[in-house]
């Protein structure tokens, strides 16, 4: 059974950092893509990042990119994201997400964890 | 980017009533690479359908999907119980993007 468990979440000071690690089981880790979903209180899904199986590959929206990056070790299975510079507007539940392989054609979401909570807030 | 507009915000309906939800895309999502999603309060999103039609395991067969280019639609037969939640959909296609989603709620 697959099995994505997020952590580090918490309140943050605009203008502050915070990682999110994801511990993931169930599968073969490498193999496959995850990214980051986030979802701001009452709103939609919002997608931040995604990383490709082996971390060769990164990729960001215009909303996070320089401020956030998503890493993953595969000796641990665990994916990151360090966020830096954080907004307001960055206060949101973090999903990560697995996605069904690691190539173009399988990036939705096939598993999800059950989210942290990230608030910015002073 | 591709921008996903799903109507209607809400939808209000009866169990056993036929559901239908839209989701249009500001340019063609190619290869159809689009999935849907359901999302209960409190819970993290499900997969339901992915490559614009093909249900995720353990799906029920209610729930079927369509489209191509820029106009999909997802379609709940017979609506049950656990049913009523919000729908997202999302494209892969060209980077990544959700809609806004539509609200399914008991009439």
């Known amino acids: 059974e697959v099995q994505l468990l997020e952590s580090g979440g918490g309140l943050v000071q605009p203008g502050g950092s915070l990682r999110l690690s994801c511990a993931a089981s169930?599968?073969?880790?490498?193999?496959?893509?995850m990214s980051w979903v986030r979802q701001a209180p009452g709103k939609g899904l919002e997608w931040v990042s995604l990383?490709?199986?082996?971390?060769?590959?990164?990729y960001y929206p215009d909303s996070v990119k320089g401020r956030f990056t998503i890493s993953r070790d595969n000796s641990k299975n665990t994916l990151y994201l360090q966020m830096n510079s954080l907004r307001a507007e960055d206060t949101a539940i973090y999903y990560c997400?697995?996605?069904?392989?690691?190539?173009?054609?399988?990036?939705?979401?096939?598993?999800w964890g059950q989210g942290s909570l990230v608030i910015v807030s002073s | 980017e591709i921008v996903l507009t799903q109507s209607p915000g809400t939808l209000s309906l009866s169990p056993g009533e036929r559901a239908t939800l839209s989701c249009r895309a500001s340019?063609?999502?190619?290869?159809?690479?689009l999935a849907w999603y359901q999302q209960k309060p409190g819970q993290a999103p499900r997969l339901l359908i992915y490559?614009?039609?093909s249900r995720a395991t353990g799906i029920p067969d209610r729930f079927s999907a369509s489209g191509s280019g820029t106009d999909f639609t997802l379609t709940i037969s017979r609506l049950q119980p656990e049913d009523f939640a919000v729908y997202y959909c999302?494209?892969?296609?060209?980077?990544?993007?959700f809609g806004g989603g539509t609200k399914v709620e008991i009439k």
């Open positions: 997400g697995k996605h069904d392989g690691s190539h173009y054609g399988s990036e939705y979401f096939q598993n």
């Open positions: 169930g599968f073969t880790f490498s193999s496959d893509a």
């Open positions: 990383i490709t199986g082996r971390g060769e590959d990164t």
């Open positions: 340019q063609s999502v190619s290869n159809s690479y």
């Open positions: 490559a614009a039609s």
């Open positions: 999302q494209q892969y296609g060209s980077s990544l993007s």
